[in-house]
Nanobody, 119 residues
Framework: QVRLVESGGGLVQTGGSLRLSCAAS????????TGWFRQAPGKEREFVSA????????HYADSVKGRFTISRDIAKNTVYLQMNSLKPEDTAVYFC????????????WGQGTQVTVSS
Protein backbone atom coordinates (compact mmCIF):
# COMPACT_ATOMS: atom_id res chain seq x y z
CA GLN A 1 0.00 0.00 0.00
CA VAL A 2 1.34 3.38 -1.02
CA ARG A 3 1.43 6.07 1.62
CA LEU A 4 2.79 9.58 1.57
CA VAL A 5 2.97 11.20 4.97
CA GLU A 6 3.59 14.91 5.39
CA SER A 7 4.84 16.50 8.57
CA GLY A 8 6.29 19.76 9.78
CA GLY A 9 3.37 22.10 9.42
CA GLY A 10 2.34 24.51 12.12
CA LEU A 11 1.77 28.09 13.12
CA VAL A 12 4.48 30.65 12.46
CA GLN A 13 4.72 34.42 12.37
CA THR A 14 5.32 36.42 9.21
CA GLY A 15 8.95 36.13 8.22
CA GLY A 16 9.38 32.82 9.97
CA SER A 17 10.41 29.44 8.61
CA LEU A 18 9.12 25.90 8.51
CA ARG A 19 10.40 22.70 6.98
CA LEU A 20 7.92 20.20 5.63
CA SER A 21 8.78 16.55 5.15
CA CYS A 22 7.20 13.96 2.91
CA ALA A 23 8.02 10.35 3.66
CA ALA A 24 6.93 7.52 1.40
CA SER A 25 6.13 3.91 2.08
CA UNK A 26 5.10 1.33 -0.45
CA UNK A 27 7.06 3.04 -3.22
CA UNK A 28 10.34 4.73 -3.87
CA UNK A 29 10.64 8.17 -5.37
CA UNK A 30 13.08 7.08 -8.07
CA UNK A 31 11.96 7.66 -11.64
CA UNK A 32 9.29 10.07 -10.44
CA UNK A 33 8.64 13.73 -9.90
CA THR A 34 7.63 14.58 -6.36
CA GLY A 35 5.96 17.85 -5.66
CA TRP A 36 4.33 20.07 -3.12
CA PHE A 37 0.96 21.62 -3.69
CA ARG A 38 -1.14 23.81 -1.45
CA GLN A 39 -4.76 24.73 -1.03
CA ALA A 40 -5.96 27.76 0.86
CA PRO A 41 -9.54 28.08 2.12
CA GLY A 42 -11.90 28.87 -0.74
CA LYS A 43 -9.18 28.53 -3.35
CA GLU A 44 -8.14 25.84 -5.78
CA ARG A 45 -5.14 23.68 -5.15
CA GLU A 46 -1.99 25.15 -6.67
CA PHE A 47 1.46 23.94 -7.54
CA VAL A 48 4.28 25.04 -5.24
CA SER A 49 7.39 23.09 -6.14
CA ALA A 50 8.62 19.80 -7.56
CA UNK A 51 11.82 17.81 -7.79
CA UNK A 52 13.01 15.20 -10.25
CA UNK A 53 14.24 12.51 -7.92
CA UNK A 54 16.80 11.13 -10.34
CA UNK A 55 18.68 14.25 -11.35
CA UNK A 56 17.63 16.60 -8.58
CA UNK A 57 16.30 19.28 -10.91
CA UNK A 58 13.76 21.54 -9.26
CA HIS A 59 10.80 23.69 -10.22
CA TYR A 60 9.04 26.45 -8.33
CA ALA A 61 5.96 28.54 -8.60
CA ASP A 62 6.81 32.20 -9.09
CA SER A 63 5.15 33.06 -5.80
CA VAL A 64 7.69 31.04 -3.80
CA LYS A 65 10.89 31.41 -5.82
CA GLY A 66 13.74 32.60 -3.67
CA ARG A 67 11.90 31.73 -0.45
CA PHE A 68 11.19 28.00 -0.68
CA THR A 69 13.66 25.20 -1.38
CA ILE A 70 12.75 21.64 -2.26
CA SER A 71 15.25 18.88 -1.62
CA ARG A 72 15.51 15.14 -1.21
CA ASP A 73 17.23 12.62 1.01
CA ILE A 74 17.79 9.53 -1.08
CA ALA A 75 18.70 7.31 1.87
CA LYS A 76 15.53 8.25 3.72
CA ASN A 77 13.28 8.28 0.65
CA THR A 78 12.03 11.65 1.86
CA VAL A 79 11.37 14.99 0.20
CA TYR A 80 11.59 18.27 2.06
CA LEU A 81 10.26 21.76 1.51
CA GLN A 82 12.18 24.44 3.37
CA MET A 83 10.00 27.53 3.60
CA ASN A 84 11.60 30.81 4.60
CA SER A 85 10.32 34.37 4.77
CA LEU A 86 6.81 33.09 5.15
CA LYS A 87 3.90 35.39 4.41
CA PRO A 88 0.25 35.25 5.47
CA GLU A 89 -0.66 34.35 1.89
CA ASP A 90 1.35 31.14 2.28
CA THR A 91 -1.29 29.92 4.72
CA ALA A 92 -2.75 26.70 3.31
CA VAL A 93 -2.86 22.96 3.61
CA TYR A 94 0.27 21.64 1.95
CA PHE A 95 0.14 18.33 0.14
CA CYS A 96 2.92 16.10 -1.04
CA UNK A 97 2.35 14.16 -4.26
CA UNK A 98 4.36 11.92 -6.51
CA UNK A 99 3.90 10.78 -10.06
CA UNK A 100 3.07 7.40 -11.43
CA UNK A 101 6.00 5.90 -13.33
CA UNK A 102 3.63 4.99 -16.13
CA UNK A 103 1.45 8.06 -16.58
CA UNK A 104 3.77 10.64 -15.01
CA UNK A 105 0.68 12.22 -13.48
CA UNK A 106 0.53 13.04 -9.79
CA UNK A 107 -1.42 9.94 -8.84
CA UNK A 108 -0.27 9.53 -5.24
CA TRP A 109 -1.12 12.09 -2.60
CA GLY A 110 -0.61 12.59 1.10
CA GLN A 111 -3.22 13.79 3.55
CA GLY A 112 -1.78 17.25 3.88
CA THR A 113 -0.30 19.35 6.65
CA GLN A 114 -1.59 22.74 7.76
CA VAL A 115 0.67 25.77 7.54
CA THR A 116 -0.61 28.96 9.12
CA VAL A 117 1.30 32.22 8.92
CA SER A 118 0.10 34.93 11.27
CA SER A 119 0.51 38.60 10.48
Amino acid sequence: QVRLVESGGGLVQTGGSLRLSCAASGLTFSNRFTGWFRQAPGKEREFVSAINWDDGSTHYADSVKGRFTISRDIAKNTVYLQMNSLKPEDTAVYFCATTSRITMRYDYWGQGTQVTVSS
